[in-house]
């Protein structure tokens, strides 16, 4: 008899993930194989994860960290862009898919996988974001995407089909949202969230305290940056995960980082979706203030035109695509005197930079000073003034029949 063909499933342990395990077994005959990477999603989510895919039909279940590799690999390259997608999101889920989909296909190989499958929906981004990444790491293995073949039309229905199977899972019909959490973000959408009219449950919650029951004083944090990458807080040197940790955890204390956006999917519908980033929040404040005093205009503006570029990349799943490659080395490149520290104050839900120093600084006061200063001549701006001005001043003379 022929072994049964492998299939590597990137597995949450959550309520989709679940049940795709015996669905793929019943349905195409598999060995089923999962896949988890640890990117942050806490020892909740991540406890028993081996002994849970095995009870629902699992062959294995490989649970790997990649919260390093994450933050170094896919964080850190956005935030030296200033990634954000429709001028709020901070990229949380779209970030974390390119390192999942990396480890889930190195498995396959490791365990002779014909397959690789995934339980996003047919609405949603990630289908996309984790099947351009196979098609980039690993062209000659087939997708299974169930929930693009299988009966199941909605979360209730997988809700019923788990427990006609015995498969335990968290998600209810009353709390119905789904939730995608890593080191950077927790992300909330569906249920009594997919109206934008209705103002978010404070249960939905998870990272952050309500601005209005946050602390009445302020707390001050500062950032230490080398070549647009944090490297210390409040003076003291930590590693990557130990720093977004505890910013997360000053942050939402402080009830920073709260976003509630209704942003255009790569699929074509709109979506609302809750995020929390309260980590991420001071860091892009704290970056985004370093850089305003490190790099000369005409790179700041070619800077700001790319970043819209470079997150939108990252948000259609294009992590792999030569563009982005290439947009991520004239970030690095234009990076490198983004070094010095940046104090940011929190307060109520807001993070706002109260100082900045750099030895790279290219903000000279004697330049810039309402007062006497050196180095500047005013009468030089007469000139300038009128050559800058001359086409909108022979556009506006020929407009009114005067002769230039």
């Not at 390093?68 to 997608?85: I, M, S």
Request: glycine share 10%; proline share 4%; net charge negative.
């Amino acid at each position: 008899m022929a072994a049964k063909k492998k299939v590597v499933l990137a597995y949450s342990g959550g309520l989709d993930t679940s049940v795709i395990i015996p669905w793929l077994e019943e349905n195409h005959g598999l060995e089923v194989h999962a896949y988890a990477g640890d990117v942050g999603q806490g020892a909740s989510e991540l406890e028993g994860l081996e002994d849970k895919a095995a009870a629902t039909g699992a062959a294995s279940c490989k649970v790997e960290d990649l919260r390093e590799e994450f933050l170094t690999d896919c964080v850190w390259p956005c935030l030296r862009a200033l990634a954000v997608y429709e001028g709020r999101y901070l990229l949380g889920t779209s970030m974390a898919r390119p390192v999942l989909a990396k480890g889930q296909v190195e498995y396959a190989r490791e365990v002779g996988a014909d397959y690789v499958a995934h339980g996003c929906t047919g609405k949603g981004n990630d289908q996309v974001r984790f099947e351009l990444a196979y098609q980039a790491l690993a062209p000659d293995l087939g997708v299974i995407a169930p929930w693009r073949d299988w009966h199941i039309t909605s979360r209730e229905d997988a809700i019923d089909y788990a427990h006609a199977k015995g498969i335990p899972i968290a998600a209810s019909k009353e709390r119905i949202w789904s939730r995608d959490r890593n080191l950077w973000h927790l992300s909330h959408e569906g249920g009594a969230l997919e109206d934008p009219g209705a103002a978010p449950p404070e249960e939905v919650y998870m990272l952050s305290t309500s601005p209005k029951a946050a602390p009445d004083v302020a707390a001050v944090v500062e950032l230490g940056f080398e070549h647009g990458v944090p490297t210390t807080l409040n003076g003291e040197a930590l590693s990557p995960v130990e720093l977004v940790e505890a910013l997360n955890a000053i942050g939402g204390a402080h009830g920073v980082g709260r976003v509630d956006i209704t942003e255009n999917r790569l699929v074509g519908m709109k979506s609302r979706g809750i995020y929390e980033t309260p980590g991420g929040t001071i860091v892009y404040e704290a970056l985004r203030s370093l850089r305003s005093i490190t790099i000369e205009r005409d790179t700041m503006r070619q800077a700001e035109k790319l970043a819209i570029d470079y997150a939108d990349l990252v948000y259609t799943g294009r992590w792999f695509h030569p563009l982005r490659v290439a947009l991520d080395a004239f970030f690095a490149e234009s990076s490198k005197p983004v070094t010095g520290v940046a104090r940011v104050e929190l307060f109520k839900g807001g993070a706002t930079t109260i100082g900045v120093e750099s030895e790279h600084s290219l903000y000279r006061e004697e330049l810039a000073t309402f007062g006497a200063g050196e180095g500047y001549s005013q009468k030089d701006s007469e000139g300038f003034v009128k050559l800058y001005g001359l086409p909108g001043k022979v556009a506006a003379m020929v407009a009114a029949g005067v002769n230039p």
